[in-house]
């Protein structure tokens, strides 16, 4: 079993609805990452997480430590918000193992 | 500042070539790490660094060899090119200290060998 899931795998939406991608961990960790792939394109930080709620613009990031869980919200979402979704979480500070375990991305599609 | 940057873009190697994959950073970050993306697996750590002078493995290293002479620099050296190593491949690295650990990702090298 993967250790970081994220659903769905893929997701289609019309612009303008709301949209949630889940992600589930199963290892202890310092924090949670949401980044963004745009197609052909590098990897951006959205947010880095601990602990409760970030927001940045119409993206809305949650996490809830005690169920190993955390979703990110779209809300009003557009066409340029076609991307590549991936959930990491860092392992705990002052580890000597490696940094980053990620999951495997959703992809979402946005149409006008 | 530039972040971080990679060098080449593409490359066309076939198999049995040797190569480097540049690697650099200009905020002074501690912790570096290369990854490779393959289709439906998601993002696998190769090696990373935690400073100058100290490297590990991670998840997938074999084939691949590091080193981390200064803060900046993280070549990643591909010792004998096999096709399984077609792949994209990022550096990313980060302050990782308690507070923060905001990732920083380059822009990638699309490797294909032949």
């Known amino acids: 079993k993967n250790e970081v899931e994220q659903s769905p795998q893929n997701l289609t939406a019309q612009e303008g609805e709301f949209i949630t991608i889940n992600c589930s961990y199963s290892?202890?960790?310092?924090?949670l990452h949401w980044l963004q792939q745009h197609p052909g394109g590098g990897i951006v930080s959205l947010f880095m997480?601990?602990?409760g709620k970030k927001k940045h613009g119409r993206l809305i990031a949650t996490i809830n430590i005690q169920e190993k869980h955390s979703s990110l919200h779209i809300t009003a979402s557009h066409p340029r918000d076609s991307a590549v979704y991936i959930c990491?979480?860092?392992?705990?500070?002052?580890?000597?193992?490696?940094?980053?375990?990620f999951g495997k991305g959703t992809k979402l599609s946005v149409k006008p | 500042n530039a972040g971080v940057t990679q060098t080449p873009k593409f490359q066309v190697l076939k198999t049995g070539q040797s190569m480097t994959l540049q690697c650099a950073q200009d905020m002074n970050h501690e912790y570096m790490s290369w990854y490779r993306q393959d289709p439906g697996m998601g993002l696998r750590l190769i090696h990373y660094?935690?400073?100058?002078?100290?490297?590990d493995q991670g998840e997938v290293p074999n084939g691949y060899n590091v080193s981390r002479s200064t803060t900046e620099d993280f070549p990643l050296r591909l010792l004998s090119a096999a096709p399984s190593q077609t792949s994209v491949y990022f550096c990313?690295?980060?302050?990782?200290?308690?507070?923060?650990?905001?990732?920083?990702f380059g822009p990638g090298t699309r490797l294909t060998v032949l």
């Open positions: 990313a690295s980060s302050l990782r200290t308690s507070d923060t650990d905001t990732q920083y």
């Open positions: 660094s935690v400073g100058a002078g100290i490297t």
């Open positions: 990491a979480v860092s392992r705990p500070y002052g580890g000597s193992q490696g940094n980053l375990i």
């Open positions: 997480l601990s602990s």
């Open positions: 290892v202890g960790i310092s924090a």
